[in-house]
């Protein structure tokens, strides 16, 4: 059964920086697509950002692009989100997703989702 835990939300200064990881258990995701999306109050869930867990095809909304990093850490079984140059816009509920193939933009590819971590940037 795959799991996927989040973590490292929290309250930043704008311009601020924030790490958020997610913890993957349950399977092998060597051909999984990762994704990071986000949810705020009275918004649809957006992509953030994508990779293959096994390198490349790495995809970032425009809106994060040169700001947000998307990582995994294999010895971990880890997903990261290295967040830079936080607005206050970036504040939402971060949702990791994890889905067999290539990173979609569509939250609709995702078959696996985490609980979520909150990320609020004050101005």
């Known amino acids: 059964q795959v799991q996927l835990v989040e973590s490292g939300g929290g309250l930043v200064q704008a311009g601020g920086s924030l790490r958020l990881s997610c913890a993957a258990s349950?399977?092998?995701?060597?051909?999984?697509?990762m994704g990071w999306f986000r949810q705020a109050p009275g918004k649809e869930r957006e992509f953030v950002a994508g990779?293959?867990?096994?390198?490349?095809?790495?995809r970032y909304a425009d809106s994060v692009k040169g700001r947000f990093t998307i990582s995994t850490d294999n010895a971990k079984n880890t997903v990261i989100l290295q967040m830079n140059s936080l607005k206050v816009e970036d504040t939402a509920v971060y949702y990791c997703?994890?889905?067999?193939?290539?990173?979609?933009?569509?939250?609709?590819?995702?078959?696996?989702w985490g609980q979520g971590t909150q990320v609020t940037v004050s101005s």
């Open positions: 997703a994890a889905d067999v193939g290539w990173p979609s933009y569509d939250k609709r590819e995702y078959d696996y």
């Open positions: 349950g399977r092998t995701f060597s051909n999984y697509a």
């Open positions: 990779m293959r867990w096994s390198g490349g095809s790495t």
